[in-house]
């Protein structure tokens, strides 16, 4: 596994078996589960950006997620505790750092009980292993710094870095003969017969097109753009949050020594402050989580009016936000007040001073709302004929990137033979 992967600039060939575009951490792990399955299978990976796992891939927290919060016989729930193994045997075969450092879900008053002794019961109800149920002194054990009169600790969450184990994925799929394009942009998909035409534009401008068997897209945070682009109508509308997060000095890193986290408001999962200690030794304070004003809007000055009319006049987003403007207007204020940040994490530990944190990084997560303002939770994939889209593949994606790839492929092979056909090479 290395950063310095043999990737191309331009396709070897004019036809292939199978395009997968997108090359994050979703996109690989379906490709190499498609080359496992199909040696010799004539496929390409195609990626806009000049390298791999450069967005939702490259931006997360690194969480090894155990299973707790999902409702049980979804699909999450079921990926994710079989992908919690898989991908912890998978960083052992390849020697990828990892750490079961462990979790604490913490309730801070008796209103957050009834919540937190619903999470116990999804996290057993879906198989979590060594789940326990602590009280105040247990929780001061475990992490001295953390308030809280309850917690459920989950020892086997672990942390990893994510694009680490993306670029091994990457190099699996180069080792069984696939390719990867990078800075190659889909710009169209035109239905020709039994083959699909990919028009793309490389760097620089250059046009270029080749022709698919069978096409999966995995493109985050345009994953409803790609799915029209092939004439099919999305359910779902991406609509970026942007989450911005403190990082704690390299002298207070000692007042956290696994995770801490908030019991989630059922209405908002992905919402609410915690503490994240890094695989690099970092401890990552936060997110909040606010409109982006482009679809891969890292920074608040980051603004594309196209894609932020977009968002700002579709119907899910507005129905939304007229239901919780109080929410969304708590979660602004924070982004642009750091005094309002800092109160939100002293809630979980007292003893922060706002001195002791330094601003971080960024992400954008790719929400998934429907026509209603109903946030899609669950992983969704749509496939036709001879095209497959990943609609949607929140957290824990990463944790459960193995499983949901057989889950991609599974779905692929109902409609399609992915046997492997003659090259034509590019020019010919």
């Known amino acids: 596994m290395s950063e310095n992967l043999t990737t191309k600039s331009r396709p070897s060939a004019r036809r292939y078996d199978l395009v ?32 791999l796992a450069g967005h939702q891939s490259g931006h997360n927290s690194g969480v090894i997620h155990t299973g707790i919060y999902y409702a049980p016989g979804s699909l999450k729930a079921r990926a994710c505790v079989a992908g919690h193994d898989e991908v912890i045997n998978y960083a052992k075969e390849k020697g990828i750092p990892f750490e079961l450092c462990g979790k604490l879900i913490v309730a801070l008053d008796e209103s957050e009980l009834p919540r937190l002794e619903e999470l116990y019961r999804r996290g057993v109800t879906n198989g979590v292993q060594g789940l326990e149920m602590v009280g105040p ?67 620089g401008g250059v046009q270029g ?124 204020y924070r982004d642009y007040y750091k005094g309002g940040y800092v109160k939100s994490l002293q809630r979980y530990m007292p003893e922060l001073k706002a001195s002791d944190l330094l601003p971080g990084p960024s992400g954008v997560r790719a929400q998934a709302l429907d026509a209603e303002g109903r946030l899609v939770d669950d992983f969704l994939i749509k496939h036709g004929e001879h095209v497959a889209h990943v609609q949607n593949a929140p957290s824990p994606a990463a944790t459960s990137s193995l499983v949901i790839a057989r889950m991609i492929v599974d779905e692929a092979e109902k409609s399609f033979d992915f046997a492997p056909q003659q090259t034509i090479p590019s020019g010919k």
């Open 137 to 203: 002194e247990r929780l001061r054990e475990i992490e001295p710094f953390a308030a809280g009169i309850k917690a459920i600790h989950s020892p086997n969450t672990g942390i990893i870095d994510y694009k680490k184990v993306a670029l091994s994925y990457a190099q699996d799929v180069l080792d069984m003969g696939g390719e990867i394009v990078t800075g190659c942009m889909v710009k169209d998909f035109i239905t020709r017969g039994k083959q699909t035409a990919v028009q793309m534009e490389y760097e």
């Open 20 to 51: 997968v575009v997108g090359g994050g951490i979703v996109g690989l792990a379906s490709a190499r589960e498609m080359l496992i399955r199909h040696p010799g299978l004539n496929l390409i990976v195609l990626e806009k950006e000049s390298s």
């Open 209 to 332: 097109e080749l022709e698919a068997g069978f096409v999966l897209t995995c493109g985050g945070l345009y994953s409803d753009k790609l799915a029209e682009m092939s004439g099919k109508k999305s359910e779902v509308k991406i609509v970026p949050f942007r989450g911005d997060y403190y990082v704690l000095r390299p002298e207070k890193r000692y007042m956290v020594k696994s995770l801490i986290y908030p019991v989630p408001d059922p209405e908002f999962p992905f919402l609410g402050v915690h503490f994240t200690k890094r695989i690099d030794g970092e401890v990552w304070a936060g997110p909040n989580a606010v409109l982006a004003f482009a679809r891969e809007g890292y920074t608040r000055w980051k603004i594309k009016p196209g894609e932020l009319l977009e968002a700002l006049s579709y119907s899910g987003f507005l129905r939304l936000a007229r239901k919780y403007w109080k929410t969304g207007m708590g979660e602004m």
